[in-house]
């Protein structure tokens, strides 16, 4: 069994470890899986996807990698800073060059977003 946890401050080891025993003590009362079972707690990761537009909105500022539904200027993946989250898609401040510009992209072109491994 695979449980993914989540919090706006982000989530410790220590975090895990805490729904791990509270979740194992339950299953193990309850007891209602009847065979042999592994429990894994763990995070969605540093470049989880971006399902919900609360998923977004909370990633205002961050790098995004977008997969698009249809080609934009022969372009099927932007990566950009996500700027803007609203009704209508997102805005993305993109490099062009030396400058940046800001692409406003509807949701019904985003096909899939995840945040990007910044170091």
């Given at each position: ?7 706006l ?15 194992s ?10 065979h ?5 707690v ?5 470049d989880?996807?971006?399902k ?34 609203n009704?209508?898609g997102v ?25 990007e491994?910044?170091?």
């Open positions: 069994m695979r449980v993914f946890i989540d919090k401050s982000g989530v410790t080891v220590s975090d895990c470890e805490q729904v791990h025993l509270s979740l003590h339950a299953l193990d009362v309850q007891d209602p899986i009847p042999t079972y592994t429990l894994e763990s995070s969605p990761g540093l989880r996807p971006l919900r537009r609360q998923d977004y909105a909370r990633s205002i500022g961050k790098l995004v990698r977008l997969k698009l539904t249809n080609a934009l200027d022969g372009q099927w993946r932007l990566t950009g800073r996500l700027q803007t989250v009704e209508e805005v993305l401040e993109m490099e062009a060059g030396r400058t940046t510009e800001l692409r406003h992209l509807a949701w019904n072109i985003i096909g899939e977003a995840r945040l491994v910044e170091f």
